[in-house]
């Protein structure tokens, strides 16, 4: 094993103060201080001021208020809604305090540092209140945690995810001191972790185990980093007893058991087993956090760097609910899957980590907030033809809110690392590092990935001879990366960690300059599926669609408020890759004349009304609808698929004309369009298809000016069985429905006539359709309501 040196703390990439003895092998590889480390203008610097300007629109009395709640203090401000005065209170005020220690080390907001001490001080008064360390907003926290520490451990799963929820604070805590060096915040979080030991000693280890079923973060990282602070083992025990061993034992063991589990919730138990090995050594917790990785990155990651649909890790060998579904990939998985990338990479310095990074931050953390209004996405549909929601500050509590905001305030971190005597350089952004122990200052320019080149000048040096560590792209061809020092050739070597060395004695105003020529190629699903990404480099291309009907762009406070509901256009109707290659279709994608980034792919692209379409970097795509992924067919294939286009379209057209009004069930603007109303009443996605179903009933109002209406349409999916329900309009009943499951396995539609004494008397055409289940049984999952002309 390849242990590192015990006092870097992982997730935020400093040193801490206190040391402990590292391993004898240890490497000695860190992470430059983030204040070390300054962004030049460029889409990360800006992506940095757009995130500050959201962080000052908060209101802190308003974050701390269950804080201030819980511990029976009077609080200065009402709680924000949505996430956090719904059973999740709190937990976006520990991510403030990560996000504003972040933003001072980076940026040195004097704002970001004057908010950080003022939430630490209230945070304070706060544990002080509780009197045996704990600080959190979770609703009943003094009933929830005295019933836990009696060891009536299912009072958990009455709460939100509580633990969870605590984590964020904990990690806030940690992170406030080791990027500002606050005392106040280390000795809170030293108390906040003898409150973890305490719980852990009181428990079972059976009980703790069950406690971890539910979705909790990773404190085990935590009290591995106060091990690593402290010294105390007790902090190290404890870390041990909170890692979850159903999700450690497959891994150790290099099992795959992972589909379909709720991913987020698995990411950040493995930071802590990566957090653990590094600071004890455990060799079989380093190799649990090592297959993990692969096989997310390898068997489970889309093209943008992301993974997960529904929150759901896909199997590993079917990916067509990525295509149908509209909940992509979550923004949080993939700040957690950086954190645990870079704890990877500093005890194994491999360029195949940072190959992922790069895609990653990018394709998925880059594009994942507003470029100029600020707001954070939640899911990333890679459904073709859908579209992305943002938060607000006012409105949005979610978690990739909170991640969110420490997302683009971090971009520094991973730029360069060093050890005693060499400077890598891993991400091709443009900064400034200054290398304090070496009197070192590089500065890297350019206005990459628009431009296929980067450059370092050594801006100050009194060491003379060092290494500079360039890092040489798996997206660039072999020997196809060039350097040269002060304008002559230097003679490259990409060494087995996929990195070239470049060891002189160097001098005030040295200039090296490295060529990256890119190349495009096409990608496909992680389960070889027909579906095609254009990767340019380390960039996803994605082609615009326009913004036709998307009803909300950025969030309310409702509970779903951060999930892309709109209309889910057909994905028979979306472009599609025609050729007959095998392999590579890149040879059809072609530049654009002026336009850096921006390609054609005429040749390629259809149906015909396609042709125009242009390929664009996707950090670059908001407020659209958007494809990043293509359906893969030959000229064959695809004149079937033309037929079957017409014949639908000509079907569509005739039904249109038939249709009076329309509701697509589960969608949140066409069910407000309609007044619905309900009760005890859900909604859910099949095949990429929102649907409404009840226990009890729900209804819409539909809009009939004409009194044309006659027969309603009913969309149901073909195997539901056991479902009994009436319909009823204007509260007259016009027939009873029972589901047998006999009718296949595709969607498929029947027609209920609405009779005439019915209709004649509807004041102004009004007809209120009302679906009630049948007693002991529920109504079908209803896709469509649609009311049809005579």
Sequence with gaps: MKAFFAIALISCSLTVKAQIPSKPDAPGLKLFPIKDVHLLPSPFKSAESVDLKYMLAMDPDRLLAPFLREAGLPAKAKSYTNWENTGLDGHVGGHYLTALALMYASNGSPEALKRLNYMLDELKRCQDANGDG?????????ELWAEVFKGNVGAIGKKWVPFYNIHKTFAGLRDAYVLTGSQTAKNMFIKFGDWFVKLSTTLTPEQLQTILRTEHGGPNEELADLYALTGDKKYLTAAYSFSHKAILEPLEKDEDKLDNLHANTQIPKVIGFKRIADVSGDNQYDEAARFFWNTVVNKRTVAIGGNSRR????????????????????????????KLTEALFLTDATSGYMDFYERALYNHILSSQHPTKGGFVYFTPMRPGHYRIYSQPETSMWCCVGSGMENHAKYAEMIYAHDANNLFVNLFIPSTVNWKAKGVVLTQNNTFPETEKTSFT???????????????????????????????????????NGYVAIKRAWKKGDKVTVDLPMQTKTERMPDNSNYEAVIHGPIVMAAEIGNKDIPVLFADDSRMGHAPAGKILPLQNMPMFVS?????????????????????????????????????????????????????????????IKQKLAAEEEAAAKLAAATVDVIYSGEQQPES????????????????????????????????KNKEGATIRLTYLGNERNKQFNILVNDQFIGKVALDGTNGNDFFTVDYPIPAEVLSKAMNGGLTVKFAAAEGSTTANIYEVRLLKK
């Design 134 to 142: 704990y600080v959190g907003g979770v609703p009943g926290s003094k």
């Design 311 to 338: 929150e759901l890790f896909n199997p590993a060998n079917d990916f067509s609910s990525m295509i149908t579904e509209t909940q992509g990939p979550e923004t949080c998985n993939t700040y957690n899957m950086l």
């Design 580 to 640: 007959t290659a095998t392999t590579n279709d890149a040879s059809f994608i072609k530049p654009v004349g002026n336009q850096p980034l921006t390609y054609s792919m005429k040749g390629l692209v259809y149906p015909e009304k396609f042709q125009s379409l242009k390929l664009v970097p996707f950090y670059k795509v908001h407020e659209n609808r958007y494809v990043i992924y293509f359906e893969k067919e030959t000229p064959q294939s695809f004149e079937v």
């Design 673 to 704: 369009d309609h007044f619905i109303e309900s009760e005890n009443s859900a909604t859910g996605v099949t095949r990429g298809r929102q649907f409404r179903n009840a226990k009890g009933w729900f209804s819409y109002k539909l809009v009939d």
């Design 458 to 496: 050594v801006t100050e040096t009194k060491s003379g001879q060092f290494t500079i560590q360039v890092r040489y792209p798996s997206w660039i061809k072999d020997n196809g990366l060039k350097v040269t020092i002060n304008g002559k050739a230097f003679a490259v070597t990409k060494q087995a």
